[in-house]
C-alpha cells in the first residue's frame, strides 16, 4: 500500500486547511486509517482514526475541531481541520492498518505510511 498525503500548508491562527490521504491499490476499502502528527521535539502524537466502516475517533484535543472522514471510492481520507492553533503545527501523516484495533492510538499500530504534510499555523 503507497499512501500520499497532501494538503499541508501554511495558515493564521483561526483558519482551516483540509488533507489528503490518496492511497494505492484496491483493497482501501477495508482499512483502518490514522492521521498522526509530529512536531518538532515531540513525540508522533495520535490525531484521529476511521475505520472501514466509519466510526471516527479524536484525540482529546482536536474534538470539535478536526473531522476525519473517507471516500472508499476514491481510495482517499481527509482530515478537515477547523479553528487551527499555532500548537497544530506540526508534520501530518496519514497511516493503515489491514484491521481495526483497540489500539488505534498508537502509532506501532500502523504497517504502512504516508510521506507526511506540513502544517503550519500562524499565531
Known amino acids: 500500500v503507497q499512501l500520499q498525503a497532501s494538503g499541508g500548508g501554511l495558515v493564521q491562527a483561526g483558519g482551516s486547511l483540509r488533507l489528503s490521504c490518496a492511497a494505492s491499490?484496491?483493497?482501501?476499502?477495508?482499512?483502518?486509517l490514522a492521521w498522526f502528527r509530529q512536531a518538532p521535539g515531540k513525540d508522533r502524537e495520535f490525531v484521529a482514526a476511521?475505520?472501514?466502516?466509519?466510526?471516527?475517533r479524536y484525540a482529546d484535543a482536536m474534538k470539535g475541531r478536526f473531522t476525519i472522514s473517507r471516500d472508499n471510492a476514491k481510495n482517499t481520507a481527509y482530515l478537515q481541520m477547523n479553528n487551527l492553533k499555532p500548537e497544530d503545527t506540526a508534520i501530518y501523516y496519514c497511516?493503515?492498518?489491514?484491521?481495526?484495533?483497540?489500539?488505534?492510538?498508537?502509532?506501532?499500530?500502523?504497517?504502512?505510511w504516508g510521506q507526511g504534510t506540513q502544517v503550519t499555523v500562524s499565531s
Open positions: 491499490g484496491d483493497t482501501f476499502r477495508h482499512y483502518a
Open positions: 497511516a493503515v492498518r489491514g484491521r481495526w484495533t483497540v489500539l488505534y492510538y498508537r502509532h506501532s499500530e500502523y504497517d504502512y
Open positions: 476511521i475505520r472501514e466502516n466509519y466510526n471516527p
